[in-house]
């Protein structure tokens, strides 16, 4: 793993740790709004998707799969939301978001203006599954990295 | 491919054809602000990353590595952001965004309000660029299925 100095990513897991392999993570953000938003954390500091090998590449989108999946099967969201974009943090993650058409935002991105206020009631149905949502997670993850 | 009633991906290429191929093809986005555009659309109607098979998911990736890096290779771009939202045409499409710090959002996403006026000078040395760069993925496309 190479430590680069200020990156927040490679000093600290990132949010609340789901999983961790070899070359990658799994962590629960806290983004208002959005309880079910998970990210793909590569370890090692890199800053494109293409700065990885095929190999890499292939075993980080099929984490983004598995995280995917368990959302649809648990959450059946409206739409799963991917986005690599480094911006903020050059570090390479992968977010991985439930999106509901009752949530602020819909059908615009997370990082655009809300469309309406917050619905609290629908998203603590949503917190009050997370726990099972993260330990299906740790399961899927570690069956697929077996 | 399943055609679906009303769906714009199914209807249209949905911005300026670059390359098609039997699976995906790519066109060129016209998103004001970010003349580096581009998106790798599946030609079939599929509204989820996970729906496509593993081999498929690769296929996909791929090509959007291939376009990533006829970007950076071109441009030196700040940062290339990656996105499969599909909140507004859930018909599976990632966006290949060619992001500078001087661009009018940057470090926000392309969603989000703007951070500062445009720069229509630096904007305009890369639609100058655009004939090579849209022939260039062209031939990188080309190269990568063959």
Redesign the interface.
């Known amino acids: 793993m190479t430590l680069q100095d200020h990156c927040p990513l490679c000093a600290a897991d990132g949010g609340v740790p789901i999983w961790h392999g070899d070359k990658l993570r799994v962590i629960r953000a806290a983004e208002a709004g959005f309880p079910a938003f998970y990210r793909v954390v590569w370890n090692r500091h890199v800053?494109?998707?293409?700065d990885l090998s095929?190999a890499d590449?292939?075993l980080c989108?099929?984490a983004?799969?598995v995280v995917?999946?368990v959302l649809?099967e648990r959450l059946s969201p409206?739409?799963?939301?991917?986005?690599?974009?480094?911006?903020?943090v050059?570090h390479l993650h992968w977010h991985v978001i439930a999106?509901y058409d009752w949530d602020s935002h819909?059908?615009?991105?997370v990082?655009?203006?809300a469309q309406r206020p917050r619905d609290e009631a629908r998203e603590a149905e949503i917190v009050h599954q997370l726990p099972e949502i993260d330990a299906a997670l740790q399961q899927a993850l570690g069956r697929w990295a077996a």
């Open positions: 800053a494109e998707f293409s095929a590449r292939s989108m099929e983004v799969t995917e999946r649809r409206t739409k799963i939301n991917l986005a690599a974009l480094g911006n903020m050059a999106r819909f059908p615009a991105a990082w655009a203006p």
